[in-house]
């Protein structure tokens, strides 16, 4: 029996398959309507030590519209680390302040260190380039919503693969399914040796091209679209090299099949052009708006107002 009561929610390698469902079918449920009023009584922490607008906003609106109350930081100049507090005692401090503590960090493995300072659960919101677990969680309720299961599909994901937090813990949940997995990246962007390495040790078809042209003939029904990170670079002309190589336009749906289905995380720069968001295929609006559903579910099962 999955229970997530009291659970950190870290990285999606700590998932395992049944988990995975768990959530899924939670987020059904609460979508549907028949869960209401889980979070009477609970309070969340949401500490964002870098700039966001879907996850900061919808896990608030996902704690408003579950009974429960919600306070944070969305800067953080404006918390006493910027007097010289360590990160360590901050945690220590807010996980007394609340029931669960949602953080965001540029640092990888600052949600996994929280985990281990905290008195409550923590759900990461995203560590640096590592994972972005919750995304994860949405994008399997999108995939799931849209084809009706989560197996036996063909996805390609493309742009920025080496930092891309949200492709990296969609690539380990995607392979406990059997999916069929393309990487469409520059050279300079690929998926980490480790997250293939970890794709080959679970038998994961999978392949890497550099152009989207290459993709044509893979018969994608998902095509998940990444943001090239000008942020995650050190070097700026190293960004300059590859910023706007992929740009997402009718003539692309048209080449990868009219029935591709296209998500993206958000926020977008210019790698898909506007002209594609009034058409069937696009979903990221859709992928976005399931972030309520989606993290009220999580909220409810880390609490143990949902099981
Ligand atoms: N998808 C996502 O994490 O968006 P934000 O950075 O706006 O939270």
Known sequence: MVS???????SIRDMSHDDLIKVVETTKRVKHGELSGFLKGKTVA?????????TRLSFESAVFKSGG???????????????????ADSIRT????????????????????ASELSSTPVINAGDGANQH??????DLFTI????????????????????????????????????????ISPPSLQMPENILKELDDRNVKYKS???????????????????????????????????GIYRI???TIRLLGEGIRVMHPLPRVDEIAEEIDSMPNAIYFTQAHNGIPTRQALLGLVTGGLD
Do not use: W
């Open 94 to 113: 807010v996980s007394g302040y609340c029931d669960v503590l949602v953080i965001r960090h540029p640092v990888e493995g600052a949600a996994r260190m």
């Open 209 to 243: 091209v550099a152009d989207l042209e290459d993709a044509e003939n893979c018969d994608l029904d998902i095509l998940y679209v990444t943001r090239i990170q000008k942020e995650r670079f050190g070097d700026p002309q190293e960004y300059e090299k590859v910023a």
């Open 133 to 138: 677990p919750t995304q994860t969680f949405l």
């Open 249 to 251: 336009t009718q003539e």
């Open 46 to 54: 949401t500490l964002f030590f870098e700039p966001s607008t879907r």
């Open 69 to 87: 109350s919600v306070f944070g930081i969305a800067n953080p100049k404006a918390s006493s680390q910027s007097k010289g507090e360590s990160f």
């Open 144 to 183: 799931n919503e849209s084809f009706g299961r989560l197996e036996n599909l063909k996805i390609g994901m493309m742009g920025d693969l080496k930092y891309g937090r949200t492709v990296h813990s969609l690539a380990h949940a995607l392979a406990l399914f059997g999916n069929e997995l393309t990487f």
């Open 4 to 10: 997530f009561n009291g659970r950190s929610i870290v």
